[in-house]
């Protein structure tokens, strides 16, 4: 059946349009925000965590609407948007003595995650103060992590979902595709590093990257349901060398083409970066290349199928 719209991944057919305006005329009363639950429950919409889809729901709704598919009710209550009128964190205040020492002197080293916690503050303000990119609030699955040798906090580390295309790790990986955007929340990425400017411990970043991939897959799997096989992150080289990440064993894996995601042109729009990836699992190929089995002639699931989703990046 032809598609009327595709949206994120997936394709929106007319039987389901007809789906929805039969919800939406069964609950008149309902709000937009109402209506998009509800069809996440009809849909069993929902991320592996079991976590209702229902903004991304809400987005499709609208996208229908727009496109004159589907006649919402009007919007009753406009809400801010945190990802633009969100407050840049404040300064916090914390001990900035010079600490010098061996790796020896300061261990244990302890790893906090900290995302909705109340030392979430602290990490924020900390990237927003002392990291050259400063503090974005991230979007999707992320989790934060700030670090504490001899009582006082020394540096801190953000996690967040991968970007869908990725030139070099998508070749490196090998996966089609389906494969990837079926699997694709199997993969993390390092979105910060930062060890404060005051705190000189030799071979303190490598330790610490080595015990997050300890640590990490263990905190996803707990906090949203399903494992991480792949970590990723990007280095700017002409800020810094990413030999941390070398002693590390994170793998080159080339550059990324520096096209955004606003580029109308195939010219770089931003600073050309290294791509390093570290496998949590020597068969991670193998169980990143896994695609779900083709559904039976004449079954259909809960409204929606996959279709291809077209463009790369990096």
Aim: aromatic residues 10%; glycine residues 8%; contains cysteine.
């Amino acid at each position: 059946m032809e598609a009327l719209l595709r949206y994120r991944g997936r394709s929106v057919t007319p039987a389901d349009v007809a789906f929805i305006r039969d919800l939406i005329a069964a609950h008149p009363a309902a709000s937009r925000k109402v209506l998009s639950k509800k069809l996440c429950q009809a849909w069993n919409w929902v991320q592996p965590n079991g976590t209702m889809r229902d903004m991304v729901c809400r987005g499709m709704m609208l996208a229908l609407h727009r496109a004159g598919h589907i006649e919402l009710p009007p919007v009753r209550r406009v809400m801010p948007n945190p990802l633009i009128e969100r407050r840049r964190p404040a300064e916090a205040s914390i001990d900035t003595t010079p600490l010098r020492a061996t790796l020896a002197e300061i261990r244990p080293v302890e790893l906090r995650q900290v995302r909705r916690t109340g030392e979430e503050r602290l990490f924020n303000s900390l990237i927003e103060c002392y990291h050259y990119l400063k503090y974005t609030q991230p979007v999707g699955e992320h989790l934060k992590y700030l670090f504490y040798a001899l009582g006082r906090p020394i540096g801190c580390m953000a996690w967040s979902s991968a970007p869908r295309h990725l030139g070099p790790r998508d070749r490196f990986i090998g996966w089609s595709a389906e494969a990837r955007r079926n699997n694709i929340r199997f993969l993390a990425y390092n979105t910060r590093f930062l060890i404060l400017d005051w705190i000189e411990v030799p071979h303190l970043a490598s330790h610490l990257l080595g015990r997050m991939a300890r640590v990490l897959p263990q905190d996803w799997e707990r906090v949203y349901g399903h494992p991480v096989y792949f970590l990723e992150t990007f280095v700017d080289p002409e800020r810094f060398s990413g030999a941390s990440y070398r002693a590390a064993n994170w793998i080159f894996l080339g550059f990324t083409a520096g096209l955004g995601k606003d580029a109308q042109t195939k010219k770089p729009n931003r600073p050309i970066k290294e791509v390093l990836g570290y496998p949590l699992r020597k068969d991670f190929r193998a169980l990143l290349a896994q695609v779900p089995a083709a559904p039976q002639p004449g079954l259909r699931l809960e409204g929606f199928s996959e279709t291809p989703a077209g463009g790369t990046r990096g």
